[in-house]
């Protein structure tokens, strides 16, 4: 048995700090999401057309579920725990951003003010990203 495990073994090991060679993560996809459900909450308000107001609510909610996914990711396949002790603000900085894309942020508000809450916490995320990627 243990000469077909070496047989049959894995050769080289290799270690990345992400899933893919980096490059493919970046906070940008979940910022355009909020800026577009921010976009679709200033057009809300300034339209009374109820069927107009039905679509903005649908697609503010599919995209802030896209800015979850993206935080998501970021969370969970790109920082590492070398990042989260170099900024301990990070953990919570996630789950706030997230929840702000959730039930009682813009999934579940057409206030512009949610909207811009988002972008705030993809800033502070957006920066600390950087950040890591210069080391």
Same mark, same amino acid.
């Given at each position: ?75 969970? @396949?790109?920082? *590492? ?5 170099? #900024? ?9 951003? =997230? +929840? ?10 057409? @206030?512009?003010? *949610? ?5 705030? #916490? ?9 950040? =890591? +990627?210069?080391?």
């Amino acid at each position: 048995m243990r000469l077909l495990s070496r047989i049959l073994g894995p050769r080289l090991e290799a270690t990345a700090h992400c899933d893919l060679p980096c490059g493919v993560y970046d906070p940008a996809q979940a910022r355009i999401e909020a800026e577009s459900v921010k976009a679709i909450q200033e057009k809300y308000q300034g339209n009374e057309d109820p069927e107009f107001r039905t679509r903005a609510i649908l697609i503010a909610e599919q995209r802030s579920e896209l800015v979850k996914h993206h935080l998501w990711v970021l969370w969970t @396949d790109y920082f *590492k725990p070398p990042h989260f002790e170099k #900024y301990p603000q990070l953990h919570e900085l996630v789950n706030k951003a =997230t +929840k702000a894309a959730g039930a009682t942020g813009t999934k579940g508000s057409m @206030d512009p003010a *949610k909207g811009q809450e988002l972008l705030d #916490y993809i800033a502070e995320i957006d920066k600390i990203f950087w950040e =890591t +990627k210069k080391g």
